[in-house]
T-cell receptor
Framework: AQSVAQPEDQVNVAEGNPLTVKCTYSVSGNPYLFWYVQYPNRGLQFLLKYITGDNLVKGSYGFEAEFNKSQTSFHLKKPSALVSDSALYFCAVRLDGRRDTGFQKLVFGTGTRLLVSP | ETGVTQTPRHLVMGMTNKKSLKCEQH?????MYWYKQSAKKPLELMFVYNFKEQTENNSVPSRFSPECPNSSHLFLHLHTLQPEDSALYLC???????????????FGAGSRLTVL
């Protein structure tokens, strides 16, 4: 069964430093992977996705993620963190790998809280 | 208004009450979803609707009853809930594109439900 693991409940980083939020996945077939962010009192917002192609995916707000098939990982990264990046980050994998349904049934991780200190 | 709007934002109800959560999307999408978000747990997919037809029900208890009268509106009717049903209920929408797995979800801000 498809699943996603986010091993860290919280990540602390100082502003200006690089950040990494970890995600590992388990799927049958080719993975469709996503990162979403949730700011306080807001719904989840899409950051980036990996479907196929280049292993380094660039997304919104300067974030990027690296797909590593051998390690089944899809870590979220940013070269220089901002205080405004503080939020809850969710990794997700599509529930079925078939292209033909079109529905976006995602399995989410438990989330990682990112705290960026000034 | 734009995006996905959920009302009410906060709801407190007793175990014997009947209430409803409402979701409206202004994006022209044709699929809508209900997710449950509880602390320290992964988001749980509850229901999926495509073109008003329910296509997914992830073993959700019958005290949760969804309704999708059209492709822009989605309701979650609540009846005889339990305290453990207290959570943030998120509505989302997407455009179903057959042959593509790349379409993303757009979420509402959620309805925070407390069951006493």
């Amino acid at each position: 069964a498809q699943s996603v693991a986010q091993p860290e409940d919280q990540v602390n980083v100082a502003e200006g430093n690089p950040l990494t939020v970890k995600c590992t996945y388990s799927v049958s077939g080719n993975p469709y992977l996503f990162w979403y962010v949730q700011y306080p009192n807001r719904g989840l917002q899409f950051l980036l996705k990996y479907i196929t192609g280049d292993n380094l995916v660039k997304g919104s707000y300067g974030f990027e993620a690296e797909f590593n098939k051998s390690q089944t990982s899809f870590h979220l990264k940013k070269p220089s963190a901002l205080v405004s990046d503080s939020a809850l980050y969710f990794c997700a994998v599509r529930l079925d790998g078939r292209r033909d349904t079109g529905f976006q049934k995602l399995v989410f991780g438990t989330g990682t809280r990112l705290l960026v200190s000034p | 208004e734009t995006g996905v709007t959920q009302t009410p934002r906060h709801l407190v109800m007793g175990m014997t009450n009947k209430k409803s959560l409402k979701c409206e999307q202004h994006l022209g999408h044709n699929a809508m979803y209900w997710y449950k978000q509880s602390a320290k747990k992964p988001l749980e997919l509850m229901f999926v609707y495509n073109f008003k037809e329910q296509t997914e029900n992830n073993s959700v208890p019958s005290r949760f009853s969804p309704e999708c009268p059209n492709s822009s509106h989605l309701f979650l009717h609540l009846h005889t809930l339990q305290p453990e049903d207290s959570a943030l209920y998120l509505c989302a929408s997407s455009q179903v594109l057959y042959g593509s797995g790349a379409n993303v979800l757009t979420f509402g801000a959620g309805s925070r439900l407390t069951v006493l």
